[in-house]
Structure formats: structure tokens, C-alpha cells
């Protein structure tokens, strides 16, 4: 998380790289305590928490709050295989607090015109839709753990999620 006008702060975190740690620290300004599990992160007072792990641990990192009724944000996707995912969705259901989803282009001016667009019926009802997304960057992004189906899930998974959570919404 960033901080924004007050609104939110870090409490602490955890980030096995150290060039990524220094990275996060420049951008907000400051260095939050440091973590070296997320178990250990558990241990401190949280008012929330944000999941923005490799696809493949999320259900794993997620499992260690199911005593807790914290909000907790996890990035997309929920992981890395259908039958995790489909475990996720199953915590979601049995956790004591908030979950969200970080779908960030629902919140993309272009896709907030559209939904306006057929909200107001605009174009007329909407039969089918076709959802393009290039994905210029995709050579670099299959690097370290989204370069094995086990550790990101491959394309379908990573970037199709926001395809199906648009047209959904």
C-alpha cells in the first residue's frame, strides 16, 4: 500500500528481495519494519493486511489468517491452479472478515465510459462482447515465478482474470 492523504500506512512487511524492499521504501518515503514471514507479520496489531504474493502462495498465505476477521485485499489472480483457486473462493466463504479482490481496470476511465455506456442502455442491449487485451509487456512478465504453470498459472490465469471480471461487470 501506498499512502495516500493520511489514509492508509504501513505498518510492517514482508519482502524476501532486498532490492524490492528498497524499491517499496523509495516509493513510500519511509521503511516500514520488515518481516521475515508472514506469520510474523500476523503477529503484529493489524487493521488489515494486503495479499500481493506469488500467484502460487496465496491460498498458503491466506491460510494463516483463518483465526483472524481482518479486511484483507489479494491481488489477482487468487493463484496459480484451478483447484486452488477454487480453495480460495471456499476460505473467502468461511473467513470471519473482508475480502476484496484487486480488480484495478474495473477503475480505468475508459472501462467506467463504457459501463456508464450500457448502464444507460446507450448502445442498445448488449448480446455478446469480445474482450482484446495486447499485452505488450508479456516477454518481460513471465519471468521468476510466473514462469512455470505452477508458479503463476500461465496466461489464462494472470491476465484473462481481468477479461472475465469486466465483462462480468
Do not use: W
Not at 503477529?43 to 476477521?69: C, F, M, R, Y
Not at 456508464?116 to 455478446?128: E, K, P, Y
Amino acid at each position: 500500500s501506498v499512502a495516500t492523504a493520511d489514509l492508509v500506512s504501513v505498518t510492517a512487511v514482508v519482502e524476501p528481495s532486498d532490492s524490492k524492499y528498497r524499491a517499496g521504501c523509495e516509493l513510500l518515503g519511509y521503511e516500514p519494519p520488515r518481516r521475515g514471514t508472514v506469520a510474523e507479520l500476523c503477529q503484529e496489531p493489524l487493521d488489515g493486511i494486503v495479499i500481493a504474493s506469488p500467484n502460487h502462495t496465496h491460498l498458503e498465505n491466506l491460510e494463516l489468517l483463518a483465526t483472524k476477521s481482518m479486511p484483507v485485499v489479494l491481488e489477482k489472480p487468487l493463484d496459480a491452479t484451478f483447484e486452488k483457486i477454487c480453495d480460495v473462493v471456499r476460505f473467502s466463504e468461511a473467513y470471519g472478515g473482508p475480502m476484496i479482490v484487486d480488480h484495478v481496470m474495473r477503475y480505468a476511465p475508459i472501462i467506467a465510459k463504457a459501463k456508464d455506456l450500457l448502464d444507460a442502455g446507450a448502445i442498445g442491449r448488449l448480446c455478446s462482447a469480445t474482450f482484446v487485451q495486447n499485452c505488450y509487456y508479456g516477454p518481460r512478465l513471465f519471468h521468476g515465478f510466473r514462469r512455470t504453470m505452477a508458479g503463476g498459472g500461465g496466461m489464462y490465469i494472470e491476465k484473462a482474470t481481468h477479461d472475465f471480471d469486466l465483462m462480468l461487470y
